[in-house]
């Protein structure tokens, strides 16, 4: 008979190899889903991974690589920072909006003033915005014990009901012909996130995910911190006889990934986006989630991951507008990537043995 | 505005509607929780559940069998996480989350030739003479079937939970794996099976917010009542007639807030919509400080090995 037994240590090999199992066993059932979809489950992921990147307009497609992938990076990174250490942060989404709202309401508040100011001060605000929503739970875990998981889902409920009422309200753009939505901050200069180098997707969100990539690996390789957030996870006892404070790490580890996604929040909104407006989230905030535990909560991983994210998302664009492919079955390609991520992880703690139970 | 539209009575009968899915969907994760099991994926059932139950009762023409189908649905769906987190031994937060994002989807992709559809209206039950008892009769004698099948299905938990065998050895699993384990219980089969309760019922809870509550079908309509359902567990310190108490109080503020909408209050629309989350909140903040009620194996990982 086949039974499972604890590994004494970790497989670091099956650590690496689980994402890519994971990959792989999501393009064979995700095929099986396309097929069933009554489309050509070849073309369907050619059309999906392929074209993206190498097809005839990939020159049009790759910039929106970056586009798609920073906000995922940038969020995934200060998620997987409290995932390691068993703090659970989901309402990323919320903490985006805010971000967003924050940092346009400053830019929307100096229009039309011309000044160099202008997009640093949106930047502070939209990190500052992020980090606000996420010290909510953040406080009330270490004040009151209130579990962080529910709180800051629930915050997002509120965030988009709040930017429902910005957008119709307060930031409504006044020369809109009352149509709801703020004014385009891409045709306003001083708030523009403009490209960096044109026609590459290069933009202040991308700058900013790396620059998160290259914190997070120093932080966690290098750092006393990085070390208080990894013993935390796997031994909180432990982590607490070494002197780790938890709510101070609980406050760090929500406030940073808070300031995180609403720094997501602001690139988007004044960049690729342009306008508040009620539909202007698109569940980044959670795709994150996903993206995080396929980077296996590393920062190369991350990135990696999130680039895969992206390609999901551009493709899956193209494969609706080419061969009708509805959106949501990206979304339960994205669902399923995570499924088979986590059946795999089995391998990592765990190998397979053949035969009978010895009597110990 | 004008709150002398608001009738006292007929706030408290859809109250009682309102608080359906909510208390539906608790009652099955109350009895995972108590079985050791969180399951965060209750969004995610709910709504495949919704969607499941819609399809079908909209093909068949009949409620009955949707409310079946819905049933059937979230259990099928919690079957993948009990795989993932009672065979390959997964983290049961991650597991969670997992199964509410690939419900979502699912439910998209499932719905997609459903939109605008109505499905067809389930016939409250008919009381007879009971029905016409001022105010009590409008009250208590003017409902479908399913919510009285929720408050029956609150009882019976309770009853099953402090009455029978069945009952002790799920809360010995929920407080004690390894020691459920020493005593010959199968802990993994009875998790499996409570997780399965647990997607039946988020099903349910779903398939009344599609088929009775809207009633029509549209992308993501739980809107985090399976979120708010989890939230009601813990609120009820894991006791069947405390999620009843909570699902009513809940249900209370989200029909208060719909009626007070109605009645033009100076309020804006979205702020008050955002009433149900924030309540959740606090009454999340004022409860927390006691979590000795939890089972004590809640969220944690069995394996027989070790």
Redesign the interface.
């Known amino acids: 008979m086949i039974r ?3 590994r004494p240590e970790p497989s670091r090999g099956f650590a690496w190899a689980a994402p890519i199992l994971a990959v792989i066993a999501t393009f064979f059932f995700g095929g099986l889903l396309f097929a069933f ?1 009554g489309k050509d489950p070849v073309q369907s992921i050619v059309t999906i991974f392929w074209q993206p990147l190498f097809g005839e307009f990939a020159f049009y497609y790759r910039p929106q690589l970056l586009i798609k992938g920073a906000p995922l990076v940038l969020i995934a990174i200060g998620l997987s920072l409290g995932f390691k250490a068993g703090i ?1 942060n ?1 309402g990323a989404e919320g903490q985006y909006i805010m971000g967003a709202l924050f940092g346009a309401g400053v830019g929307l508040a100096f229009y039309p003033a011309q000044s160099a100011m202008v997009f640093p001060l949106m930047v502070l605000a939209g990190a500052f915005g992020g980090w606000v929503w996420a010290m ?1 739970p953040a406080v ?1 875990k270490v004040k ?4 962080e ?3 800051s ?6 965030a988009e ?2 930017l ?2 910005m957008s ?2 307060l930031m409504k753009n006044p020369e809109g012909f009352g149509f709801p939505g703020s004014r385009n901050l891409q045709q306003y200069a001083s708030a523009h996130n403009a490209e960096i180098v044109a026609d590459t997707g290069m933009h202040w969100g991308v700058v900013a995910a790396i620059i998160a990539v290259i914190f997070a690996y120093v932080l966690l390789a290098r750092h006393r911190l990085g070390f208080a957030i990894r013993v935390t996870g796997d031994a909180p006892r432990a982590a607490r006889f070494s002197g780790v404070n938890p709510s101070r790490l609980i406050l760090f580890c929500l406030g940073t990934s808070g300031m995180l996604a609403g720094l997501a929040g602001l690139f988007e909104v004044s960049g690729p986006s342009g306008v508040v407006s009620i539909d202007f989230n698109v569940g980044y905030g ?2 994150a ?2 993206v995080a ?1 396929l980077g296996r909560l590393h920062p190369v991983g991350i990135l990696l991951a999130g680039l895969l994210m992206a390609l999901t998302y551009i493709g899956g664009d193209i494969a609706q507008s080419q061969m009708g492919l ?11 990537l ?2 088979f991520l ?2 795999f ?2 391998f990592t ?2 190998r397979l043995r053949l035969g009978r139970v010895e009597v110990a | 505005m004008d709150l002398s539209v608001i009738n006292p009575v007929l706030l408290i009968a859809a109250l009682m509607s309102a608080a359906t899915p909510i208390l539906l969907a608790a009652t099955g994760e109350l009895v995972a929780e108590r079985a050791g099991v969180l399951n965060l994926g209750v969004e995610g059932m709910m709504i495949v559940g919704a969607i499941c139950g819609f399809a079908v009762a909209v093909e068949s023409g009949s409620p009955a069998l949707g409310f079946v189908a819905a049933a059937a649905g979230g259990a099928l769906l919690s079957l993948l996480f009990a795989f993932l987190t009672q065979v390959t031994l997964a983290n049961q937060v991650a597991s969670g989350l997992a199964l509410t994002l690939f419900g979502l989807g699912l439910s998209a992709l499932l719905g997609q030739g459903y939109v605008g559809v109505k499905p067809p209206s389930m016939p409250d039950v008919n009381f007879g003479a009971l029905a016409d008892i001022p105010i009590l009769g409008r009250i208590l004698f003017s409902h479908d079937p399913v919510l009285y099948f929720g408050l029956a299905l609150v009882a019976a938990v309770w009853a099953l939970l402090k009455f029978t065998r069945a009952g002790l050895i799920l809360r010995a699993v929920g407080e004690n794996h390894d020691a459920a384990h020493a005593l010959g219980l199968k802990v993994v089969r009875i998790r499996v099976l409570a997780i399965l309760f647990g997607g039946a019922c988020a099903g349910l809870g779903g398939a009344y917010i599609s088929l009775i509550r809207v009633p029509q079908w549209t992308e993501g309509m739980t809107a985090g009542v399976g979120w708010i359902a989890l939230a009601l567990v813990v609120f009820a310190s894991w006791k069947p007639w405390r999620v009843l108490l909570g699902a009513y109080l809940f249900g209370g503020i989200t029909q208060l807030q719909l009626n007070l909408q109605g009645a033009g209050v100076a309020i804006p629309v979205e702020y008050l919509a955002m009433s149900p989350y924030l309540v959740t909140i606090l009454v999340l903040v004022i409860l927390s400080a006691d979590k000795s009620r939890a089972p004590a194996s809640l969220g944690r990982i069995f394996h027989a090995s070790s």
């Open positions: 499972l037994e604890k979809l659970w989901i909510i009330l009151f014990g209130t579990n998981i529910l709180v889902l629930m915050l997002v409920y509120v009901q709040f429902a009422s119709l309200g959670f795709t989630i996903i535990f509805p959106a949501a079955a990206i979304q339960v390609f994205q669902g399923m995570l499924f986590l059946a992880d089995l703690n765990f």
